[in-house]
């Protein structure tokens, strides 16, 4: 086995690695509110010699770990702050130190100071700002809040380019340098429930089997290395 081919083995172990973990994550998110599902996958690339201007012949692997969109099954709680976008878009939620994310998780509840906020107390943005809610809440359609038969905010439900997001911690997105309002005829707002996470669970078993037969023989491969150099370094030792 040459050196290149031995690295390109090692660094696919790797990989494999990062796969198990990337299905291991969505397992563990399978309960998670509006989850979306990680797919993870490999491309081999050649190493260019900028000062040869050729192809060395190395191959490395790189990791590319794309978010699968689709909407996941509704769930209904009744709980009159929970929403869930029906279609396309997301909520915009303001983190507290002047930036804003993005989520479709819709499991939102009232502060003491009778603010919308998420479960971990970050605002969820209105057109005009911060969601105050004096007393019980209605929301229809495309949004809009009424509060003691007033019309008090209407949530701010955006479209992004899905190649710009980029996933944080706690079911968020980065906000991304452009976007623009949800076009209401692709989305609904519906209260009273919450999307499921998308996570197909017999899928990602069926990757794991797969991904964990792979990296075993990829440890074949390598042992199968090792015994070939023990034996030629032993041979080479009787001369």
């Known amino acids: 086995m040459s050196h290149s081919a031995l690295e ?6 790797l990989r494999s690695l990062e796969q198990l973990n990337t299905i291991g994550q969505n397992i563990a998110n399978v309960n998670t509110t509006a989850y979306k599902s990680r797919v993870s996958f490999n491309s081999v ?14 191959d490395k692997i790189t990791q590319n770990i794309s ?12 709980d009159p702050h929970h929403f869930m976008i029906d279609g396309d878009g997301f909520f915009v939620i303001n983190d507290g130190d002047g930036q804003q994310l993005l989520t479709r998780n819709g499991a939102f509840q009232i502060n003491a100071a009778g603010i919308l906020v998420t479960k971990d107390g970050k605002e969820v943005s209105g057109e005009m700002g911060s969601i105050r809610i004096p007393g019980d809440v209605t929301v229809d359609a495309n949004g809009t809040i009424w509060s003691e038969g007033e019309e008090i905010d209407q949530l701010t439900v955006v479209s992004v380019n899905t190649d710009q997001l980029i996933p944080e911690t706690e079911g968020y997105f980065r906000m991304p340098a ?5 076009d209401p005829e692709k989305y609904t707002v519906r ?15 069926t990757n794991l089997i797969t991904v964990m037969r792979q990296f075993e023989m ?18 080479l030792g009787e001369f």
């Open 8 to 13: 390109l083995t090692a660094s696919t172990m």
């Open 178 to 182: 452009s976007l623009n309002n949800a």
């Open 191 to 205: 209260q009273g429930m919450l999307e499921n996470s998308n996570v197909n669970v017999q899928h990602e078993f």
């Open 67 to 78: 978010l699968l969109l689709s909407q996941g099954l509704p769930t209904q709680t009744h």
């Open 45 to 58: 690339i050649n190493t260019f010699d900028v000062a040869q201007n050729s192809v060395s012949g190395t």
């Open 218 to 235: 990829q440890q074949k491969v390598l042992r199968g290395y090792d015994q070939m150099m023990n034996t030629g370094i032993t041979t």
